[in-house]
């Protein structure tokens, strides 16, 4: 079955950009919305943005002036680039595949990636 | 941008209690509802999607339901397995999240 795997530094200092890597195995990217979730400590989880595999995105409102999400379908994998990082950037951060088939649920999650923000 | 209000923030209960967390959406979401379980450490893991259907493997002691833009995740008679963190989640219009209810034991 399909498996997430998130991939990057844990640690960036404030100012500079975030960087991610999700690498999906077992299936194509094809066909599917990808997704970036992130839940910083002890809070709820907060949706950054998404993108289908042909490139479309769409992005939270609250973060759109500084995220990306790109997708390399000969890789199988998808990115999230997060510039201009504070401390409160410090969090949790899953990708997940946004399967709009069925009614538009998060059914495939990679197991997390911790980035702290701090010089 | 759709507002999903959860409550309980947290909530205690025993092993065979009837449990009941509730979202509330800003406006209209349709059935566009889904529930995921998180235990510490982990990722979320779906459980009811489109307001009531149960993902498969999840046990039938959990139901959705709806009443207008109100929407309740039953846990019919708590096991020791459930005790976790449960979020709403609206997709009907881009995705928000609930702010989650941590159900711990009594």
């Known amino acids: 079955q399909v498996q997430l795997q998130e991939s990057g530094p844990g640690l960036v200092k404030p100012s500079e950009t975030l960087s991610l890597t999700c690498i999906v195995s077992?299936?194509?990217?094809?066909?599917?919305?990808w997704s970036w979730i992130r839940q910083p400590p002890g809070k709820g989880l907060e949706w950054i943005g998404y993108i289908f595999y042909s490139g479309s995105t769409d992005y939270n409102p609250s973060l759109k002036s500084r995220v990306t999400i790109s997708v390399d379908t000969s890789k199988n994998h998808f990115s999230l680039k997060l510039s201009s990082v504070t401390a409160a950037d410090t969090a949790v951060y899953y990708c997940?595949?946004?399967?709009?088939?069925?009614?538009?649920?998060?059914?495939?999650w990679g197991q997390g990636t911790t980035v702290t923000v701090s010089s | 941008d759709i507002l999903m209000t959860q409550s309980p923030s947290s909530l205690s209960a025993s092993v065979g209690d009837r449990v009941t967390i509730t979202c509330r959406a800003s406006?209209?979401?349709?059935?566009?509802l889904n529930w995921y379980q998180q235990k510490p450490g982990k990722a979320p893991k779906l459980l009811i999607y489109s307001t009531s259907t149960l993902q498969s493997g999840v046990p039938s002691r959990f139901s959705g339901s709806r009443s207008g833009t109100d929407f309740t995740l039953t846990i019919s008679s708590l096991q020791p397995e459930d005790f976790a963190t449960y979020h709403c989640?609206?997709?009907?219009?881009?995705?928000?999240f609930g702010q989650g209810t941590k159900l711990e034991s009594k």
């Open positions: 077992g299936g194509s990217i094809s066909g599917y919305y």
């Open positions: 997940a595949r946004y399967n709009a088939l069925i009614r538009n649920v998060m059914d495939v």
């Open positions: 406006q209209s979401i349709s059935s566009y």
């Open positions: 989640q609206q997709t009907y219009s881009a995705v928000t």
